[in-house]
């Protein structure tokens, strides 16, 4: 199968190769995984660059990618189709799960926990030996090329009892985990999409590494990846740095006041050490 | 582009240029998130000039403004668009949503984190440098042109743990943060708006200052400018000001016997040292 | 504008003056905020002249009036209208406040904290400066003439936690506080209503003057004027006075045997001392 | 109007008079009630024929009976009427209220706290001064005529604070009080309605009258004088005494074993006792 | 009317007479309450016969029977019926309990409580004097002849506050009570549906007696003659006893290990002593 | 009835014969069940074989296999059938169960319990001696051939209080219980299935024993052989063996980065002693 370059459901498909610089052994595995048809998972926070890994491995293997963002109301109709009254007739018509098997595609599942239990029960025959995707409403079987991969992503830091997965779909992928890149990989992908000068980077990423470390200590999350790029893209059109972090890095991630005024005084040393 | 002068979904668009008094850089601030095609929330209280701040830089940016009133049960389909039958066919019609990525639009989702989870979500890819909509219904996905610019408004002292914004949505925005205007700028703006006289104008925002400081202390949320303009234009109908004040700025704010008592206590004295 | 001597939806409109006594300076300050198209909030008990109120007023101002009780499942297609299959067309079909929009009506939403959240949030374009209605499954918008005027009810007594209006929704209103009559204003109302002599009117006003003391002291509420009017009814109707009582004032609001009883007692003693 | 003699939707109407014996003034005050075209709320115990005196009081005053049993899912179009698709047309079909609102019936609303919010707020109108009954989905109001009259039934031992009439609308009705009858009375009750001879009614009564004063001391509520019958009646099919007792006296209404003995004991006690 | 022979909504009518083997006065109780045409609740454990009973008396007293599985999501239409769109035109067609009530059939509402709480108030006025049933939905009613018959089963072992009866509702019925049949009755049944030796089934009963004696010992409810049942059938094809007795007899009726290691102990035991 | 190699609802059915080691008596018991038409109820957790012991059986016994994924939104319809608009006409299809039923199929249903509650009741007809399935929305009964034979799948780990089979439906099943297979057979398994040598499936399934054993302490359930067969996959396609399993046995099973550590160690100590 040669480049894709058609636009396919729920996500871009581009010719040019995307930017990304790997990290550990996550292309391998994801390899081996693809040639071997097992289902992965990609864990990690938020803005760590999953997507981006998937959209790279996608046009490496030179397969369609079609990415769902899983919500609370997304239902197996919304994933795998639906009649709709045309005129006088009822067709139907493939959600993007089908559309994905149909293809050969990988599918991609954002946040897939979020979605409600119906949906993520429905992938399950997907991800055994039978790999294959009933259509209830249909009364059909599609059996899936050996192309067809199935990738989740799953926030460990989110999961809380009520809202996890179950065992029995955990246990039905291989595991690969994320997290935000060193220092000098993460300066290069600022510089890189700001279109700033590594400097500048350099500065943003060390705040952001440094703010990483107070996690848990009032901090939910770790400023990602792509809020460090938004500080960036501030500073180029003329925001002067202090203030691109404040705006892009701090007020985005707590509304602690006292907890603002710190991180803006962290951010303010490092940025005098220079 | 020029003015646009039609009226729109969801909100209205005129040619006059909307009264608007900037208080720090936040114009400096919009311009580069505009500039670096950034997603934008504006976080502040009940009432202190977010919406009119966004009408004003709509009209500077010269680009049209869809508002949408979010609401607990606001769906994707309402913001999206959804099949309509008409006569014996099914039409598509897009929601708001849709319609400002297909003209260019700022789109402004007013207290987007009253909405269900699956109107959050549908607006991620929006939202990355992806910059493109699906539309699963459709199987279709389109992409944001350059001045298509999203915008979201949050009110930190209304969240709690189970209604807030997930990190993974948070981090998608850069933050502009707004509270009430300085008094001299607030007097300024009550005087245009009610049409009265600045020395009116003056106290009632002596007034507001002072039950302000209360918050916390009694009072859920101090008085809006809004109510402050409010008692302006009934003393400029005719109603004597302390009168003005209990029933544009005490009576609906807090149902409390006591509080409403020492809050025109407050008044009454401030009024007449006035 | 004229006389308007048609019915319309949700309420019904006479020719006839409708009776009002004012206690206060509620009246020029409906006025007021009448000629400064401000959004009015009548807040007060169950039964104490909300109601008659705002139909006097609507009569004075020479405008019309709908009405809607409020409920929970009271949606926003309720209030604004719908599409609804006619033969082989779909055909909109006003709701009661796009109609009083049109008309540029008295709009009357009755106990709005009973209705739905997004019920609440379609009235905030209509209550700030900019004053339109979005249509959004239309997708359209309705700019309400200077005569429209939105008036809310809210009775603090029933309001918790959970069952409030948000500041952001009450800091969009003035506030008119209603209270039961006084005593010889009451009386005057029980007279013309039920018909009957001033002396019986003035018997029943006093115990339920008295009854009105114990509220929280057992009683959820003090008995409406309405009830003392329902009790003059029946004595007219050849039912002994403290039977009445019992009948439409004590059993009606209260199920404990213990605390009916008291009440009993009470009125026995007041009538006695008649 | 003369007699009705039609079947009714939601009740039976018969031209025979419903046998009821007055036990205090409840045929004078409601008849008061119809004359002074107020609501009336039936306020007692299961079964202890509130439903029956309703019958012999529209018997009585030649009125149409319409019958609602409410419930958790009646909704306001259940009781209003809604459109239906018939063929190609939708039709308007009444509901029971709407019906009888038309045809100036006693429209009864049994155990109306089990509806929902919203169709108990839809028959606010209906009980004050206006009566009329707003048909919001056809945009029309109609006029009740003066012999309409809404009744509604209420168990105050039932009520909870999550399921209670508000008092906003507890306010529109007067309370008659009903309670199981005196012995010699239901003595009669069951006699006529089982067909059996006066003396096995008595020892019945007897029973029943000793078994409710356990109420709260274990037992949820008093047996009704229903349970009375159906004893009455299984004695008159053949069965013995103290079996028809337990069968349908003691059993329906615990499950709990101890306590079935000891009223068994007491029941064989009585009977003993002759 | 004679032998009905036909099938019937919701349960299988056959000429052979069900065997059933009475316990106590059950017949005789329910032939007076068919007599007086009295609403019947049967009261009993998981599978001990109440079903069975049911069958035997609709054959016994000629009347077609018509049984309703109720579960939580039962709607009143699922019982009464609705309107279907069948080609052009929207026909009526009769639920389970209509089909009952025209054909003064016995209708069993089997585990009444689990149904919605409309389902179960829409049987009150079929089970008062009245015995008539609305169709609300058409605006009709419908008298139940005299042979009709309401019978509900109801486990009081299941019952929680949540999920209940409303004694409003119990109030309706008299009530027989079941429990398992006693050991020889027991192995009778056994010997005769497994199509076993009476010695084999008189020794797994042995076991299921012993078992029982356990309930709220850990067993949250006694093994059922079902359960026994199955147990001889293994046996019957070729299965030894002790694997039998834990297949079908332990097995399904607990999770916890140590519960079932010491119930096969039991087991071992009696089926040494022979 | 020969062997069936067409494709079914909702599961594949190949003429190959699917692998399966037995380990008890399992097959003997299924077969007496499937002799005495008795319903079976798979216990055991997840990934454990349960899935491939009832293709094993179904192709030994040649019959259909119909398999449906249980989910918390399954409706009865979705199991039974509905009826559909083609064209013009409404037509009805069978669902899975349906087929299941008119086939004389096996039907299971996997992890019923997550099943809506009427889901499950509607199964209990077809589980007791009348074997027959109601179609209420048709006002159909048809009857199961002696082939039919239901089977569910039930994990007892995961049963809470709120989520679990009641006893009426538990008491209609005889029960085989599933665990981990014996590392022999289970390395057999791994090496069949993953294609690898013997010795790799060896110490692969060494580690998972001894993860096994720490169930309870830290881990919700043992890594199922599906998992072990990952890891396998993974090495097959070059990856190293202790990277294989962190990222097949590991990772996917646990968030807890102390608990993954430990078991890395474990692993790597395993792997060490060879």
């Known amino acids: 199968m040669g480049a894709v370059v058609e636009w396919k459901i729920g996500d871009v498909w581009t010719q040019k190769e995307p930017f990304y610089l790997p990290v550990g052994e996550e292309i391998q595995l994801f390899e081996a995984a693809a040639a071997g048809r097992l289902p992965v998972m990609l864990k990690g926070p ?22 769902v963002a899983c919500h609370e109301d997304l239902t197996t109709a919304d994933l795998v189709g639906r009649y709709l009254l045309k005129g006088e ?77 179950k065992q029995s779909t955990k246990q039905r992928f291989v595991a690969l985990e994320f997290d935000f890149p060193p220092a000098d990989y993460e300066t290069e992908i600022v510089r890189r ?61 707590t509304d602690d006041q006292v907890i603002q005024k710190s991180l803006e005084e962290i951010a303010a040393t490092l940025l005098a050490e220079g």
Chains 1, 2, 3, 4, 5, 6 share one sequence.
């Open 193 to 253: 999409e700001a279109g700033i000068n590594s400097d500048v980077a350099a500065k943003l990423v060390k705040v952001a590494g440094k703010m990483r470390t107070l996690k848990n200590r009032g901090l939910e999350e770790g400023v990602s990846t792509r809020l460090v790029i938004y500080a960036a893209t501030l500073v180029k059109h003329g925001i002067e740095m202090l203030e691109a972090i404040k705006t892009a890095m701090i007020k985005p991630i």
């Open 89 to 165: 007739e009822t067709v139907w018509v493939d959600g993007p799960l089908t559309t994905a098997v149909k293809r050969g595609a990988i599918c991609y599942l954002d946040e897939v926990v979020e979605a409600r239990k119906d949906t993520i029960v429905v992938i399950h025959p997907l991800t055994d030996d039978r790999r294959f995707l009933p259509l209830e409403k249909k009364g059909e079987v599609i059996k899936a090329p050996d192309t067809f991969m199935l990738v989740i992503s799953y926030n460990p830091g989110y999961q809380t009892i009520l809202k996890d997965l």
């Open 46 to 67: 938020t803005g760590c660059g999953k997507t981006r890994f998937l959209e790279y491995m996608a046009y490496r293997l030179r397969r369609p990618l079609v990415t």
